[in-house]
């Protein structure tokens, strides 16, 4: 499933109570994992931020079951919106950041995440290349840990040119 899927699905406790809305994601960089998901509940004018970790996730279909009651979810949470490093970031400050090439090309931005909620929610990093081919065609690629060589205001790959070519012909998106 991809982020942009995510945000937006609606939170339910243990018994099925609405408790709100996936407002975004915190990634970790590092190890390319959903850390926790950011709830929005409350209305208009009484809007409140909650965090939910993973192991307070159930099942995830239309849905994103709670393992906890709604009693149980503490609408107090620290919510520090970017750590003193670049490792962690909430997605809506991760998407349509730059990507350069290891050759100092700039490449596109960063589009979406891609979900495997199979393996600890990890992700990888889906990026819009408009400059690769000489032309202004949007293609996707994706990026894993290993073809990242410095996170700033922008994401330097350790790829070159050519070897984002390949990845654009190889990417699929899956679901």
Known sequence: MNAKKLKGMKV???NSI??????????????????????LTGGFFS???FTVNLEDLGEIDNYIHLKCSKGDIDYDADLELRNSK?????????????????????????????INFDNNLTF??????????????????????????????????????????QKIAEFKIKD
Do not use: H
């Not at 670049?86 to 891609?114: E, H, N, W």
């Not at 819009?128 to 073809?147: H, L, M, Q, S």
């Open 124 to 165: 990888k990093v889906v990026v819009e290349a408009t400059r690769v081919r000489g032309r202004y065609k949007n293609d996707y690629f994706a990026i894993y840990p290993g073809d990242i060589d410095d996170i700033r205001e922008f994401i330097t790959l350790n790829l070159t040119k050519d070897e984002i070519k």
């Open 86 to 114: 670049y490792g962690r970031y909430f997605f809506k400050d991760f998407r349509d950041i730059y990507v350069g090439s290891a050759d100092a090309i700039p490449i596109g931005q960063v589009k979406d995440l891609y």
């Open 47 to 49: 809007k409140k931020y």
């Open 18 to 39: 609405e408790i709100g809305k996936v407002s975004d994601l915190r990634i970790n960089l590092d190890e390319f994992k959903i850390e926790n998901i950011l709830v």
């Open 12 to 14: 339910l406790d243990k």
